[in-house]
């Protein structure tokens, strides 16, 4: 890489092909979840899930709707298009897979979560991709991880 190609975060996602937001993504992922048993969800149930208010997640399921990722009708039910049930799935198996990756480096679960959501949105296919096929390598080379693990005792017992 040579000095021209380097850019601001900001310039860097504008780059990004993604036609949906991270709040969009954010939003579509927990639908799904929340559906994926009873084939639909609530905006209470969603709002209350993503700690936000019932006002503000019905303007999003709304977004969402006119993308064509969904259905939904004031005060009646979510229920995701075929599209939507795709790229839901898609989403969560990212975000699983991110956190996978995290947990095999050794991060809290005390910051688990908030370090996936940060990263999950700004990752590209070919990255998550990699992030899989490592993941396997770790499961199938045990010693590895152990020799890892055993790295970080030494290195934290230095500080």
Same mark, same amino acid.
């Not at 990004?16 to 937001?21: H, I, Y």
């Not at 490592?134 to 770790?138: G, L, R, S």
């Given at each position: 890489?040579? +000095?021209n190609?380097?850019?601001?975060f900001?310039?860097?996602?504008?780059k990004?092909?993604?036609? !949906?937001?991270a709040?969009?993504?954010?939003?579509?992922?927990? @639908?799904?979840?929340?559906?994926f048993?009873?084939?639909?969800t609530?905006?209470?149930e969603?709002?209350?899930?993503?700690?936000?208010? *019932? *006002?503000?997640?019905?303007?999003m399921?709304?977004?969402?709707?006119?993308q +064509?990722?969904?259905?939904?009708?004031r005060?009646?039910?979510i229920?995701?298009?075929?599209?939507?049930k795709?790229?839901?799935?898609? !989403? !969560?198996?990212?975000h699983?897979i @991110?956190?996978n990756f995290?947990?095999?480096?050794? @991060?809290?679960e005390?910051?688990? !979560?908030?370090?996936?959501?940060k990263?999950?949105?700004?990752?590209?296919?070919?990255?998550?991709?990699?992030?899989i096929d490592?993941?396997?390598? @770790?499961k199938?080379n *045990?010693?590895?991880t152990?020799?890892?693990?055993d790295f970080?005792?030494?290195?934290?017992?230095?500080?």
């Open positions: 890489m040579d +000095n190609d380097y850019y601001t900001s310039e860097y996602m504008k990004n092909e993604n036609l !949906l937001t709040s969009m993504e954010d939003y579509l992922e927990m @639908i799904y979840r929340l559906s048993n009873s084939g639909f609530r905006i209470n969603l709002s209350d899930a993503l700690n936000v208010h *019932p *006002p503000s997640a019905t303007r399921v709304q977004r969402l709707g006119k +064509n990722l969904l259905k939904y009708e005060y009646g039910v229920i995701l298009k075929e599209e939507g795709v790229l839901g799935e898609v !989403l !969560l198996k990212r699983n @991110i956190e995290l947990q095999i480096l050794g @991060i809290p005390t910051i688990l !979560l908030i370090e996936t959501e990263i999950e949105h700004t990752i590209s296919e070919e990255t998550t991709k990699c992030i490592f993941i396997a390598f @770790i199938n *045990p010693d590895v152990d020799a890892y693990n970080r005792k030494k290195i934290n017992e230095q500080d």
